[in-house]
């Protein structure tokens, strides 16, 4: 018999107050996950309003990603103290997310930022700049490297960047020494390499040289590389530069943003001192 001095609602009631669809709450029932508090004669379900807070807990739980089968066993085996157990793990569950989300957002804003500096470049234009220092982590060297060899540095690299949650948002790039660069090899780069604005404790990083740069961009794809490295190298000479230690490249736009590759830009960054 229903007790007057207690409401209950019916499934479709219950599943308004909890936002859900009844079909889930019937599901739940199918389970043992949570099951109507009485049903009636004719086999009506019925729910109390003190049920919503075992709802609401059930929620909860899934949403920091613990599975129905898992919170099933806690049901099971309720207790003030496995609750509290329960609820400090999760706590440290959302802690984690709440971190890894910060990070995917100051990932968003780099890009975000890079891609509106790029949207006022002029491509065609070459400048001379000086640039400060900026600290960036580095693969293993890769000068020389075969085809197969290059393609697994590029893997191990990007693994250790997922590894150590070290992707910034930044574009990876390739250092080339100078000793490559004058002998043409414009794409047998020493290192990859990554920017950190913010440096963690463990991890080897390079200490990019602050100084002057020659600074020009190559539209196209890496076969008439050559072709932007010359005029850059005419100006380096007109102005009475010589190349320093290294030449750094980064795409600005590259296969996420352009479709074809000859519509690919890439920044180069030539380190230069005054000529003797």
Do not use: W
Request: charged share 30%.
């Amino acid at each position: 018999m229903f007790n007057k001095n207690v409401k209950y609602f019916t499934t479709g009631e219950f599943a308004k107050i909890c936002k859900v669809n009844k079909q889930t709450l019937i599901y739940y029932d199918q389970i043992g996950l949570l099951s109507p508090i009485m049903k009636d004669s004719k086999d009506y379900r019925y729910y109390s309003i003190a049920q919503y807070e075992f709802f609401s807990v059930i929620e909860l739980l899934k949403a920091v990603g613990m599975s129905l089968k898992d919170i099933q066993k806690y049901m099971a085996e309720k207790s003030p103290e496995n609750f509290l157990d329960l609820m400090y793990q999760q706590k440290e569950i959302v802690a984690k997310k709440r971190q890894e989300l910060e990070m995917i957002e100051s990932i968003i804003d780099v890009k975000i930022d890079l891609t509106e500096e790029a949207l006022h470049l002029d491509f065609d234009s070459i400048t001379i700049e000086h640039l400060p220092e900026a600290t960036l982590y580095l693969s293993k060297n890769i000068e020389d490297s075969k085809e197969e060899q290059f393609t697994k540095a590029v893997s191990d690299f990007i693994d250790e960047l997922d590894r150590f949650q070290l992707d910034t948002g930044y574009p990876i790039g390739g250092i080339t020494r100078r000793e490559q660069v004058l002998a043409g090899n414009y794409d047998n780069y020493s290192f990859l390499y990554i920017e950190q604005p913010h440096l963690r404790e463990g991890h080897p990083y390079f200490k990019a040289i602050a100084g002057d740069f020659i600074v020009g961009y190559h539209v196209g794809n890496s076969t008439t590389l050559g072709e932007s490295y010359e005029r850059l190298f005419k100006v380096m000479r007109e102005k009475g530069f010589e190349l320093g230690e290294y030449v750094y490249e980064e795409y600005i736009y590259d296969a996420v943003i352009k479709n074809r590759e000859e519509d690919y830009v890439t920044k180069i960054m030539i380190e230069i001192k005054k000529g003797s």
